[in-house]
């Protein structure tokens, strides 16, 4: 059985003539993966369900549509339309399912789910502000990642 993948299938809907016939300035760049700034954002945000290191966990992705508010607006740049984010949930432990409740608590009852699975597949492509914060590696203190602390969504 041939199976493909998802740059096989992306091709699959583009001319491959046309990409081919194309410069190399002509491709995108590369998106950077930075967190967000500590501030409030507008994002579209969706959730899944993904294994990391044999550990179950809920990936609560974001694309940004604007930055609302900035903590420093002097260090700090607003987002740029579409830049990605992501934060992990491990259900695994009660720190990550307590961290759940604590952002997703109120969207259960608007978007209609009675479990964490309807939640779950529910949550996709959702209008929402959330306000973030930074969280340091602890293998690297010079690392940085997005923590989300608040998410209302504004649908």
């Known amino acids: 059985m041939n199976e493909k993948t998802a740059d096989t299938d992306m091709l699959d809907n583009m001319d491959l003539d046309d990409l081919l016939d194309s410069s190399i300035d002509d491709f995108e760049d590369l998106p ?5 700034p500590v501030g409030t954002h507008r994002v579209y945000g969706t959730l899944s369900l993904k294994e990391v290191n ?4 809920v ?5 940004a549509i604007e930055t609302l ?17 992501s934060v992990l949930f491990n259900f695994g432990s009660e720190w990550g399912r307590g961290a ?19 939640l779950i597949e529910n949550f996709q492509e ?9 969280r340091t590696s602890k293998d ?13 969504i504004t649908e």
């Open 32 to 36: 950077d993966f930075e967190p967000y």
């Open 54 to 57: 044999d550990k179950v966990n």
């Open 59 to 63: 990936e609560f992705s974001m694309k």
């Open 69 to 85: 508010e900035l903590k420093d607006k002097v260090k700090d740049q607003p987002l740029a339309e579409g830049a990605p984010a």
């Open 100 to 118: 759940f409740k604590k952002v997703f608590a109120g969207t259960a009852e608007k978007l209609g789910a009675t479990s964490n699975r309807q």
């Open 126 to 134: 959702v209008d929402c502000v959330v306000v973030t914060k930074l």
């Open 140 to 152: 690297d203190k010079d690392k940085k990642y997005t923590n989300v602390v608040e998410l209302v």
